[in-house]
């Protein structure tokens, strides 16, 4: 299933990132998001201008929903610290969750302390992150977005006397489609999601001396086309959320989403483009505590008989068009815990030393483009 090759600008092959032989569960999607931080008014006026619904959970905390998925796609808790707890995956059946408890020797199926209170299973990644699985009884599959509107285009125009007036409302938000987690700890994080969660390699950017910088990972859902990426790992000196993204309808959801936002006061981190590796129309938006979310459209469905395919890591390789990469978009949010985290790891025995520092470094500066 590897279609391996070298790095084109050193010559190294490709280390391959493998599928798991017998992963524990084979989840069906990414079902959630919590985050704390002393961000919560900021919090429900960017979720809300981003196009999510806002109630007020039981226990106080934000809660914000997209039309399909779990009830609930983000929960935001006042904290003094802003801190990301971690992200809850959902299985089809509750088989699973026991299943996967006892492979993992996690505790048994037990209502989690989330909206509904799901079963689940609480797991803890090899950063320390807190990773849900939960059955969710009420999951909901995407609506119907009614009929593409009439595009003019070369000799076919069939929009006459009608204007193109896109709503100006918040961007209709379907569902919750991906997250990027940042880690030094690569190859046991990534490892850990591909074996315990089953999620399958769709594409890998590689550093010049062969090793995975990020791995985009997809369910595995046999025969059924899933996104290109639900779950992301990203080499990176700090553990930390990189973003998260939720899907829309349209470009014109994209585009009018955006507008919104800024003038509701938000900044934009990088956007409008289309990605390479997964096709997306992605805006990306600074959120509360300087966390950035993405909106995007038109993705790419893979079945799980794709193989994995392995590129050079570049900037270039991000987008096939777009505005230029700001450097607050790829800069990591560095506050002082993450500044001592750093600090511990470059001097440590992380796997993200100054030698990683330069390898990504001059991988961001290669004008590799993947296909
Ligand atoms: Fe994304």
Redesign the pocket.
Known sequence: MIDSGAHPDSGVPYIPVARAADPHVKVHDLALLEFAGPDAEVAKRFFTGFGLQHRQGDDGSLEFSAEAGAPVAVIYRQAAKASFVGPTFAVTTVAELEQLAARTGAAAPAPLQLPGHPPGVILTDPNGVSVKVAHFEAWRTLPACGEAALVNRGDDKPRINAPRRPQRSPSRVLRLG?M?LGTPEWEATARFYIETLGLIPSDVQALPDGRPAVAFLRCDRGDEPTDHHTFVVARLPVMDFE?A?FEVPDLDEVGMGGQMLREGGFRRAWGIGRHILGSQI?DYWFGPDGRKF?H?ADGDLFDAARPTRYHAMSVAGLSQWGPPVPSAFLRPKLGWHEVLQLLRNLLGKSSFGFREIKLMANAMRSASLPD
Do not use: K
């Open positions: 991906h990027v973003h993204a992605f993405e995007f």
